[in-house]
């Protein structure tokens, strides 16, 4: 699929494995989504853009780089939150913006509650962080407030994602590249990604 990106590392897809496995508690599922998001996150950077520096060391003069962009990391609520602290391990000087969706249960309708991001996020790399891709209404929300805000360069980071939500955040937005750790079968009925790993939110959360 193209500018979608399947992370298959072994510890990635080990670590996916206990989180769709249904007795794995909120306590446990906390801890393997941090972990995931953290090896996820050296993929899904990969070609960040580096501009040309030069450093002294006590030595001498040597080139190096540093990020083109600055970075900002935009979890979506509630979700996206349980990948948001590991990551920002890794990247510290990221920014951090929120999009806040809420599916409906019958329609499946994203419905927006709440956004924050930084004022010039068009100079920004922007990681969106959603743990799950089912029908794409999420995502493209997300994509489509960013967008609204000026955002240029953003990435979609999901752990799980169905192909019905890959062809409708395509559709919508074909540049903005998709990085996965699996991508499932289907959707059912109930616009649950099958098998999945059921509603990410609740099992992160106890709800
Ligand atoms: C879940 C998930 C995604 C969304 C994906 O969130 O975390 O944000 O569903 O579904 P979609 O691709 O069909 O839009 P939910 O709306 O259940 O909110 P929550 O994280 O607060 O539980
Ligand atoms: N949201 C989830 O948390 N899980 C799904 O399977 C679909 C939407």
Do not use: W
């Not at 540093?66 to 920014?95: C, N, Q, T, Y």
């Not at 029908?135 to 960013?146: F, R």
């Not at 074909?174 to 959707?187: M, N, Q, S």
Request: net charge positive; hydrophobic share 45%; glycine share 8%.
């Amino acid at each position: 699929m193209k500018n979608v990106t399947v992370i298959a590392h072994p510890l990635v897809q080990h670590n996916l494995t206990r989180l769709r496995d249904k007795r794995t508690h909120p306590q446990e599922f906390r801890r393997l989504l941090g972990e995931i998001a953290s090896l996820m996150i050296y993929e899904a950077t990969r070609n960040f853009r580096l501009k040309k520096i030069s450093v002294q060391t006590p030595l001498a003069s040597a080139n190096g780089f540093k990020l083109e962009r600055e970075v900002v990391l935009v979890p979506v609520l509630r979700a996206g939150l349980g990948m948001l602290d590991s990551i920002l391990e890794l990247i510290p000087h990221a920014r951090v913006g929120f999009v806040g969706l809420k599916r409906e249960e019958t329609t499946l309708r994203a419905q927006f509650y709440y956004k924050s991001f930084p004022k010039n996020v068009g100079d920004f790399e922007v990681v969106l962080i959603d743990p799950m891709l089912a029908t794409g209404g999420s995502s493209v929300a997300a994509i489509d407030l960013l967008v609204e805000q000026g955002a240029k360069h953003i990435r979609l980071v999901n752990l799980v994602a169905a192909p019905e939500g890959i062809a409708v955040v395509q559709k919508n937005y074909p540049r903005v590249p998709i990085f996965t750790a699996a991508v499932d079968k289907k959707l059912n009925e109930r616009g649950y990604i099958v098998p999945g790993l059921g509603d990410a939110g609740d099992r992160l959360f106890g709800t």
